[in-house]
């Protein structure tokens, strides 16, 4: 099992520019999240999908959109990059009966 | 709402040295507690957790941690730290719902030759 993998590792946009982020899981879990990490604040969600078909806003949305594109896979969408959102991202998925989320390995944005 | 905090940013300990960090949370329920190890450039990697039972619960790479409900607390020790360890450490509190997971801001740990 690879678990969960993101696309891609490191990236740099110009702002305004667009891309989206690639997240897939093999664990057969419902539910997945993306987060994305900054100094000193931890893991902060952006949002959300309890199952395939929804998806939910967390605590940071703003300039975010994302697609559960079947059960496996999570894309997360920046539309018109801003440097704000230079980040690290985390994809992550969770296994329902034991509450435990399991991380993918990240992408690095910078947006100049 | 739940909430974590970690106190301290950072740590240093000599390479052989003990280890403890400090977990504080506040969650309205009895909470699901984690602990995540991320190295440098690499994602999160779950060290333990608790659920219920037993308030000492052990995890991997000689790590433990222990949940005292009457001080709202999950501190993370370790006996004897070696040089592989510096990482960052977060605490994390949940319940069973989709979206109630939070984490704190971490806790970064250098270890001395």
């Known amino acids: 099992n690879a678990g969960v993998t993101q696309t891609p590792k490191f990236q740099v946009l110009k702002t305004g520019q667009s891309m989206t982020l690639q997240c897939a899981q093999d664990?057969?879990?419902?539910?997945m999240y993306w987060y994305r990490q900054d100094p000193g604040m931890g893991l902060r969600l952006i949002y959300y999908s309890a199952s395939e078909g929804t998806t939910d806003k967390g605590e940071v949305p703003n300039g975010y959109n994302v697609s559960r594109l079947n059960k496996r896979e999570f894309s997360l969408r920046l539309e018109s990059a801003a440097p704000s959102q230079t980040s690290v991202y985390f994809c992550?998925?969770?296994?329902?009966?034991?509450?435990?989320?399991?991380f993918g390995p990240g992408t690095r944005l910078t947006v100049l | 709402a739940q909430s974590v905090t970690q106190p301290d940013i950072h740590i240093t300990v000599s390479e052989g040295a003990s280890l403890e960090l400090r977990c504080n949370y506040s969650y309205g329920a009895t909470p699901y507690l984690f602990w995540y190890v991320q190295s440098p450039g690499q994602g999160l990697q779950l060290l333990l957790k608790y659920f219920s039972g037993d308030t000492l619960v052990q995890g991997i790479k000689g790590f433990e941690a222990e949940f005292k409900r009457s001080q709202s607390s999950f501190n993370l020790r370790k006996p004897s730290v070696h040089w592989s360890d510096a990482a960052e450490y977060f605490c994390?509190?949940?319940?069973?719902?989709?979206?109630?997971?939070?984490f704190g801001a971490g806790t970064r740990l250098t270890v001395k030759p």
């Open positions: 664990m057969n879990h419902n539910s």
């Open positions: 994390a509190v949940g319940g069973s719902g989709n979206n109630d997971m939070r």
């Open positions: 992550a998925s969770r296994q329902q009966s034991y509450n435990e989320q399991f």
